[in-house]
């Protein structure tokens, strides 16, 4: 396809542009994006020339963050940098994933989960949930890998190397990244940039003759008319309609919600009478977009108008259909939805569709108890003599969950379970989550009476749930009761049910009782999991228990986990034993993917237990593998720190930390240390990359009392550090024109005397 220099001219010239916040707003005619003159507009790429334009370096494989994504690769694949294979020699993953270009990898990841799903035993909600995640989410996990370590444009080189190439999912995910930095940014330069990452994407699946289909242009038109860009959106939308013609009509949504964003009314009442005025087949396309977008808006006369020439019969959903009643709901237009579901009824619709209708309309009805919303459900059912389907009910179920009024949803699955309907698992479960978030533990007892009564259908997830509240009751005989009740129905408990029971009494410290947890699971046939011995290893009260408890979990044939050797790690360093917890990372059953994890537990734990030069030592040995530390335990080193000359390693600890809550507590821990060792000028250095940071001087304040003043005790020995702290309080205010808070004056007033706070003044 030709491209003309002025389409690229005019693409340079908004994407280059500095302040994202100052964009004019069109003043076009109303349709003016959607007519035949639009057509002129970009309809193809040059991605290098935008790129330029932008001042984006297109990154090279050949760069030294390649070597860690190979190895991160690596690691997916084949377990880690170095795998051991039986009857082979080590080999070297990174080698062998670039000797292996062709490889296919979706059949070996049928083939892996096949054996996974044959060799292990069921496991707790988290386990369920992490298998899951690597069942469809690998390929998905080397995408982000790569686009966050070498960028968008070398990740697509990278598996076009391989022979992969991404798809419209991988692309998808890879557009919603640069999105989420634009987002994520306060520089609108880097915000530019990144839109210019998206059109280069935009190409690249023109390319490789994929579809630019809603799902990957949604998220750049979310964030361009959230940030209200009007002229990158014409821009956009006319790259878009040209690499996707059949997406006019959908556009038109977008269209309409950029002027209602940015409060246009001009233009939205300009779009509202072209589709009033014209019937031609562009306008028809147009109309259901238009008026879906106006039904998330308050514009009760413009839905009104548009549903005077909607016949919302012939829409093209049944969730459009329901949008509109929702938004009926909200603006509290009863006779016309009343008005609607006849027509529906008249028409003979399907019964299943008006009851969801009503539902609808119904739960979106504001300031309203959900207990007035059930009788206005149940008489419209009637006026209009349609029963209620299960879907319906579910609805008005989920809203009361929402609403925190479980007693109200169980009475409506009472009466939706008397009329002979079914509720689904997942409603179910929502009612036993809402118990928990809202402490209506004792809830539990209706719902199993429920359950009973109406032989619902249950689950695993469900059980272990009802069990956990008996547990948080303390009611541990209506835990084992509800284990019991599973004979009744013929279903035999699994390990993670027990395991609920055994993680409840050992966070009550009752050890014993956690202890014979085992014996109830052995006596119900019931094969303890890695979650149980790593309870049990975890809270072994001596290293006899320990090597008992991993001896047998080797001789049950269970696999060992992660979890396991950071129990073990864990529960050596409890009994004292740091030297036996530094042999648990050479143990040969350490998942090698997994090593560089269980090494950071090691290092934290042995930050905490005072050996800190062991724990460096090993920490640096992460960092070479092209690993980095959890930012807690990044954290624990850098609180254990304390001795003077240490401050190089405690900046360098600062910038791995990509994690803000963890990173405020450590810039704060820091400025401490470098209080009690005088090293005043740093201290203030840091207080400057918090004050950038915040820009609001009370937050700033508020991390430096937690972190910096509230630790200073006074005594005879550390009254030169408040003297330090008091300079340092001096020079943040000449410098930076920080001030104290009332709560930090309050107690560096009662730790000095009245001179000393004068210095602070």
Known sequence: MIISQMR????????????????????????????????????????????????IKRPSLSDDSSNLVFKQISSIFYGGELVKRPGSEKIDGEKEFERTPKISWLSNISQSNTYLRRKEPSREKKQKCMFELSQRSRFDRLIEICAKVLGTGATIELFGKVG?????????????????????????????????KVFHLFKSMREQGLDLAEQAYRPLL????DTCLVEEFHFFCNVIKDENPSSLA?????????????????????????????DDEDASNLRESYLLALCESE????????????????????????????????????????????DFKTCDHEADNITNFIASYTINIPNVSVEDLFIIFKDLHQRLDVSPSSSSYEKLILRSCALLKVPTALDIVDEMCEASLILSTEVLHSILQTCEETCQYDLVHRVLSTICRFKLETNDEILRCMIDLFLKMKDHQGAYKMLDYLEEINLKPTASMYNVIMAECFREKN???????????????????????????????????????????????????????????????????LEKAKQVVLDPLIPVKSLNQIKSVLVSVLASHGQLPEALLIYEEIKEAGFTLEPKDIMNIIERTHSDGELDRLLLLLEELNDTDYWNGACGRI???????????????????????????????????????????????????????????????????????????DLLSARANTTDLHKAD
Request: net charge negative.
């Open 299 to 342: 514009r009760k006369k413009q839905i009104l108008d548009l549903l005077e020439i909607i016949d919302i019969k012939k829409l093209s959903s049944t969730e459009s259909v329901s949008q509109i009643f929702q938004a009926l709901g909200r603006l509290l237009l009863e006779p016309v939805a009343e008005k609607f579901l006849l």
């Open 250 to 278: 959908r556009l038109g949504y977008y269209e309409m919600m950029l002027w209602l964003r940015v409060n246009n009314e001009e233009k939205i009442q300009g779009l509202c009478d072209y589709i009033l005025e014209n």
């Open 8 to 55: 690229y001219s005019y693409c340079s010239y908004f994407l280059r542009r500095r302040n994202l916040s100052t964009r004019s707003r069109s003043s076009s005619s109303p349709n003016n994006n959607f007519n035949s003159e639009s057509s002129s507009l970009v309809s193809g790429f040059d991605a290098d020339s935008t790129l330029s334009s932008l001042k």
């Open 222 to 225: 979310l964030y361009i008319i």
């Open 511 to 577: 050890i014993r009782d956690g202890v014979r947890v085992l014996e109830h699971m052995q006596n119900a046939d019931v094969k303890a999991d890695s979650q149980t011995f790593s309870y049990l290893i975890s809270n072994s009260e001596t290293e006899e228990d320990i090597v008992k408890y991993y001896e047998e979990l080797k001789q049950s044939g269970v696999k060992a986990t992660k979890q396991i050797f950071i129990a073990l790690i864990n529960a050596y360093a409890a009994c004292g034993q």
């Open 671 to 745: 400025i401490l240390y470098c209080i009690l060792n005088n090293h005043l000028s740093s201290a203030v250095d840091l207080c400057k990359l918090l004050k950038d940071k915040f820009q609001n001087d009370e937050l700033v304040m508020d991390v430096l009392f937690d972190k910096v003043f509230s630790p200073i005790e006074l005594v005879e020995s550390e009254s030169r550090h408040l003297h330090t702290s008091l300079e340092f309080l001096s020079e943040m205010k000449d410098k930076h024109g920080l001030l104290l808070t009332q709560e930090c004056f």
């Open 164 to 196: 992969r190439e991404p798809g419209l999912k991988g692309y998808t995910t890879l557009i919603e990244m640069c999105i989420d930095r634009a987002r994520g940014t306060d520089d609108d330069d880097i915000a530019t940039e990144e839109m210019g």
